[in-house]
């Protein structure tokens, strides 16, 4: 949080199977949010906000194994699109969801 982390989010990240919070809040990420996130099941608490992150959800493989995921923020970044219907279907524990100040469309 509040580096000066520049890139994307590796794609590697997703083979961090015991990984339970990925805090990278208030950086300089740039680029799309990898499918390959949807790989960590153990994941709770996923805060990506103040980055400059684009891209879609549309991938349904981000949301393949997010059941136990609790927090999901991402406000103020560079998302588009609409969110899947499945999204939250499988996203059953969660209880913190912002995505303010970002560009989605759609319904929810």
Known sequence: ERNKLTGSIPTELGTMAALTLLQLSSNKIGGPLPSEIGNLSNLHTLDLEFNDITGTLSSPDLFQNLGNLEVWNMPANEMVGSLPD???ERMTSLTDFNIKF????GTI
């Open 102 to 105: 970002n560009r989605f469309s």
């Open 86 to 88: 499945e999204a939250f």
